[in-house]
Structures are given as C-alpha cells and as structure tokens.
C-alpha cells in the first residue's frame, strides 16, 4: 500500500470512530507563524490578536475537510463583523492538490500553505480536521480532532462564548 493511500485510509479510519467527545478544552499562547496565504500575502497570527480564530488544519485527502469546508465559510460570515476569523492551513505537499480541491469547494476565508509541515507540528496535528479555537488574547482554547456533521454546532456555541469574552 503506498504511503498516501494508507494515510488517506487512516484519516477516514479515524474520522469514523471521533464522536462528540473528539472535542477538549485546551489552554496556553497558541503557538505564533507567519505563513504565506493563497492571496500571496504574509499571514501572521500574532497580528490577528484582539480577534477570535478559528485555525483549521486541512488536506486536499481528507473527506472530513471536504464536508466542513462549507460550514466554515458559512461561520466566518455570520461571526466577522464580530471580530472573527477563519485560518485553513493546508498541508498538502503539492499546492496544485489544494488548488483543484479548492475550485470544487470555493471558500472565501484566509487559505495558508503549510507544505512543509512547520506549523502543524508545531500544534501537534494528529488528524485531518484539526480545529483550535483562539480567543481574543492568543489563547488557545477549544482543539476538534476531526469532523462529523453536528460540529458546527459546537464551533458556533464557542465562538459565541469567546466573542462575549
């Protein structure tokens, strides 16, 4: 089996088993980048302190992506004008990967490259959705280990509760 097949097989394994309780409360200063996003800026995080993010780490692979992209887009338009942001950083090796998923699931929030894998490691991404919340000082808050419908319904109850904070 190549690596990318058994990789792909992995990440739907364990989308299969996350239930309710993929979600946990974290703390600590999430971790600061600078990546490049798909507009060819410069993103950095700790210029976005003062906002709530919602970071998402994200493959072209993954199913789960493909099912909760929609929802994000959805969340980050309800949520902006209250001082939100979504941040999807993609991880594929090949940025042609992403692209081509992105022209089937077009999105407007801020895409970031991760090719290397620099800043997933750094968050410890173990599986393809991962989603933190940040709240307005940096702190990480909420981590989502993969997706299954009904999530977005607790990404909007943290968003509220963090954007209230």
Not at 21 to 35: C, I, N, Q
Not at 156 to 161: G, N
Request: a negative charge; hydrophobic letters at 40%.
């Amino acid at each position: 089996m190549k690596a990318s097949t058994w990789v792909i097989a992995l990440c739907l394994g364990l989308g299969m088993l996350m239930s309710a309780s993929a979600m946990a409360e974290v703390s600590g200063t999430a971790p600061d980048f600078t990546l490049k996003s798909r507009s060819g800026d410069n993103l950095r995080l700790e210029d976005l302190r003062g906002e709530v993010i919602m970071l998402n780490f994200w493959a072209s692979w993954c199913g789960p992506c493909r099912q909760e992209m929609p929802h994000m887009d959805a969340i980050e338009e309800e949520f902006r004008d209250y001082g939100f942001r979504v941040l999807a950083v993609n991880v594929d090796q090949h940025r042609d990967d992403a692209e081509r998923f992105l022209d089937s699931v077009p999105v407007d929030f801020a895409i970031l490259w991760d090719h290397d894998s620099t800043v997933s490691e750094r968050y410890d991404v173990q599986a393809m959705p991962t989603t933190v919340m940040i709240d307005r000082n940096g702190e990480a808050r909420y981590i989502h280990h993969g997706y299954q419908p009904g999530y977005e319904d607790d990404y909007r109850a943290q968003i509220r509760e963090l954007i209230r904070e």
